[in-house]
């Protein structure tokens, strides 16, 4: 962040009591050869926005991984976390209505 511009404040939808403080992550550097997570919360339509995003992830040459949870009304399961952490090095999780 440079000197000049604004912090940027990011909300943590899943519990406003207790806000985590957390360090953001660097960008990537590019996204060429980069794979990169889409998760589907199981929202309407959050598969049309998803399937816009990676359409444009692949004209930046990155490899696109779909992914699905179970439900909305609960956090995604343990394993398909770790399965996205492992498998990608970014995701994008589609929060739509």
Known sequence: MSETSTPR???????ERAPAQRQRLPR????????IGLLDIS???????????E????KAGASVKRYKK????????IDLRHQIASECGAVIEALAD
């Open 9 to 15: 404040v990011l909300l943590d939808p899943t519990s």
């Open 28 to 35: 990537l550097a590019t996204l060429s050869g980069v794979t």
């Open 43 to 53: 929202k309407p339509r959050g598969d049309v926005f998803l399937s816009r995003i």
């Open 55 to 58: 359409a444009r992830l692949a």
């Open 70 to 77: 179970p439900t909305f009304t609960k956090p995604a399961p």
